[in-house]
């Protein structure tokens, strides 16, 4: 007998007590450029946030999310400390923290 996946509407809580997920676009899906900032996430999954759409602005092109609902696009999600984040926010001081759900590969929703 084989364990029955999550549907795929079921929200699967991955919580770690000190630790964040932190959905990543662009040079951020780099552990290159995080280490180079001193974050160094426990884990990184391929994922795809939902209900938003990836937008380019400015002359040189930066990438945001935007809300829209039904549309989605993919990008990492990095395990990070508590530390870690506050230095995210110091390093994307443009970029407020927002709430999504984002969907692993396997089709596990967090």
């Known amino acids: 007998m084989t364990a029955a996946k999550p549907a795929e509407t079921e929200k699967v809580?991955?919580?770690?007590?000190?630790?964040?997920?932190?959905f990543a676009i662009?040079?951020?899906?780099?552990?290159?450029?995080?280490?180079?900032?001193?974050?160094?996430?426990?884990?990184?999954l391929a994922a795809e946030v939902m209900d938003y759409e990836l937008i380019f602005y400015g002359p040189t092109g930066m990438a945001a999310a935007?809300?829209?609902?039904?549309?989605?696009?993919?990008?990492v999600l990095h395990k990070c400390t508590t530390e870690e984040m506050a230095e995210l926010d110091r390093v994307e001081?443009?970029?407020?923290?927002?709430?999504?759900?984002?969907?692993?590969?396997?089709?596990t929703l967090l």
């Open 66 to 75: 935007k809300p829209s609902l039904g549309k989605s696009f993919h990008g």
């Open 93 to 107: 001081i443009t970029v407020p923290r927002t709430k999504a759900t984002a969907k692993l590969y396997d089709g």
């Open 13 to 22: 809580i991955l919580e770690e007590e000190g630790y964040e997920w932190y």
């Open 26 to 44: 662009a040079s951020m899906m780099n552990p290159v450029s995080l280490n180079n900032h001193g974050i160094f996430p426990k884990d990184s």
